[in-house]
């Protein structure tokens, strides 16, 4: 179901974000982030001479992470094809940092500890979050069969982290009703 009407508007921006992960025949998972943004009217970037003509891209960056089936991130590619400033194109190199570290629980504190301010690209570090759930929703058909990770009391780490793994929801009632809170507990 789409948003509800609004008032009479015009667009300003675009943002597209796009993930997508591939099998590789290595054994392997690439996992690509790319975000572009354009706008629909001339732009003149910060400390540019001429202006961009519309919908032309002011970033149009890319973030690859090649990872293994336990979420190891074996490497990294990323590559600026456009950014606002000429110095922004340094910026994909910051995330070999990333290069031995495991996608999971504290993967966004991982990221900002590697990347957050001048160590990296903002829009690169924002891409990393995304990507994440890219890479779980990619190989769930690989991890399904294996047990799900608890916490030292024997709960699932599930259990709470969003709204539908609630613990007073029918989901938590269905898979795992020893940790069931909801009004028909038994």
Known sequence: MPLVP????????????????????????????RVEDSKPIPFLAPLAKVEKPAGQHIHDIWVRLVIDDHFLIHDVAASSDATPFGVCKEAPSTLAKLKGERIGAGWSKIVRGHLK????????????????????????????TRPDPVDANGRPLKVDSCYAYASHTQVIQQMWPQHYTGPDKV
Do not use: F, N
């Not at 015009?10 to 099998?23: D, G, L, Q, S, V």
């Not at 001048?118 to 570090?125: D, E, P």
């Not at 990393?128 to 190989?139: E, F, I, K, S, W």
């Open 6 to 33: 609004t008032v009479e508007r015009e667009e300003i921006h675009t943002r597209h974000i796009t993930m997508r992960a591939y099998r590789r025949a290595d054994g392997l998972y690439d996992i690509e982030g």
């Open 117 to 144: 301010g001048a160590a990296g690209c903002t829009h690169m570090m924002e891409l990393l979050g995304p990507m994440a759930t890219a890479a779980y929703q990619a190989l769930w058909p690989v991890t399904r």
